[in-house]
């Protein structure tokens, strides 16, 4: 069927931005809110965001008015009985959304399409509740609607033909990127996303690192627009533990298990930016920026380090750390100064086996240079010095990087964060659930990755990302880190992910 006139149910923040994606593309739309001030407040909050487009010279007022003109308020579902597509956007409780899709039910024609903006809930149960289940979906837009180009389209086995069809046809028109799914919890963004956030929070809350150094290896070590607390602070500490439940709830595992400290953080109120005080403080206006200067000007500030010698640690790459501190070389026969570094290898043997070979492990840490030029991770083990590592970080700051001290365990910092993250990325295309395209443009479009799960994964290499996992499932036994089957047969074929 041709959508031409569509009703969206709740104005808010994200109801409002969906009125005005539909009334640019041209549909007439009718939105509905039976709060007389929240439906106010959801017209003006339209008004201006396409005056700020205006002032950006990307409408003219002439255009500004005709996109009004296609909205028509009102206070009643009764005012959707003529739309070909009703679209809910009221909040996130299964019992609101159960209640507004059975009005939807009894008052739109037969053939009218009824679409959920859940980003986590059942779209089965959803649909469960109505009369006619074949004609709902789910139609996932991302905040804020009009700039995000992703849309998640759930059908369910439910879902009559043509449904699905029709409403990804209107994401097409509408100038979006649609990413078409069967309803399963999380779908793609929120269920890859989620597992990644709260493994930062396991990683702060047994003192494997620091906050800012937490943040800082997302950014200058994986390349993400933010660290994985300060988003979890954006989003909202309760809701992300609220999708994380729900995400454990249907799929299982430790992945989805929230982290205590989440759960407290949210318990006490300290949801985040929203509250003032999540992993940061927001009180007195906007933190200092996680990382970057403020890691390196923050660190031991001791006296030069003296002489310096390199070792490799056996699986690493030495060029780029000989380049900045001489050819790798054993610890001269005899020599008690200096400080000694590892070249280490976040899929390798580690510092310590290195560091004991060369008989003076107080003075050795390991470094590790993470690709793309911005990450040093200075590697600590149980027995190098507070003198070690002090000089270590006046020798690592003057290297030009963002600094970070991890322990000596798989993956170090950055690779901690990641390879679990990519290793989620491979087993949702082994169990047929998307394709490795689709999971990239969910993460690129939906959630502003500057590359795709398995793009990182296909430029890092299937065989580094398997001995990494392969690297923390030994060492933990944990099963959330063991590699999927697929991520082993990719790089024994020598295959890629994105072809």
Known sequence: MEIRAVAVIGLGTMGAGIAEVLARGGLQ????????????RGMAS??????????????????????LGRVRPAAGIAAAAAADLAIEAVPER???????????????????ILATNTSSLSVTSIAAGTRHPGRVVGLHFFNPAPVMRLVEVITTVLTGPGAGDAVTGLVRRLGKIPVTVTDRAGFVANALLLPYLNHAVTLLETGYATREDIDTAARAGIGLPMGPLALLDLIGLDT???????????????????????????????????SGRGFYDYRAGQPAPAGGQETIHNAATGASPGPVTLI??????????????????????????????????DTGAGVLPAAMLAGRPADTVGLHLAAGGRLAELITTRL??????????????????????CPDRPGFLAGALLYPHLGDAVRMVQDGYASAADIDAAMTLGCGYPRGPLRMLDDIGAGRVLAGLTAMHSRYGDPAFAPPPLLAEHAEAGIAFCL
């Open 312 to 345: 490799s640690g056996g699986a690493g790459d030495t060029a780029e750390l000989a380049a900045l501190i001489g050819p790798a070389s054993p610890v001269a026969a005899g020599r008690t100064d200096g400080l000694v570094i590892v070249a280490a290898s």
């Open 384 to 405: 190098s010095s507070p003198a070690a590592v002090e000089a270590a970080m006046t020798f690592a700051r003057g290297l030009g990087r963002d600094v970070v001290r």
């Open 46 to 67: 339209l008004d201006a965001s396409l005056g700020r487009a205006v002032a950006r010279g990307k409408l003219t007022s002439t255009e500004q008015a005709e996109i």
């Open 94 to 112: 299964l019992d609101v959304k159960l209640s507004v899709l059975g009005e939807l039910d009894r008052g739109c024609r037969a053939d009218a």
């Open 240 to 274: 992300s533990l609220s999708i994380l439940e729900i995400l454990g709830g249907e799929l299982g595992g430790p992945r989805y298990r929230p982290a205590p400290l989440l759960r407290r953080l949210a318990g006490a109120g300290l949801t985040g930016r929203k």
């Open 29 to 40: 739309v009718t939105a509905i809110e039976a709060d007389p001030g929240a439906l106010a």
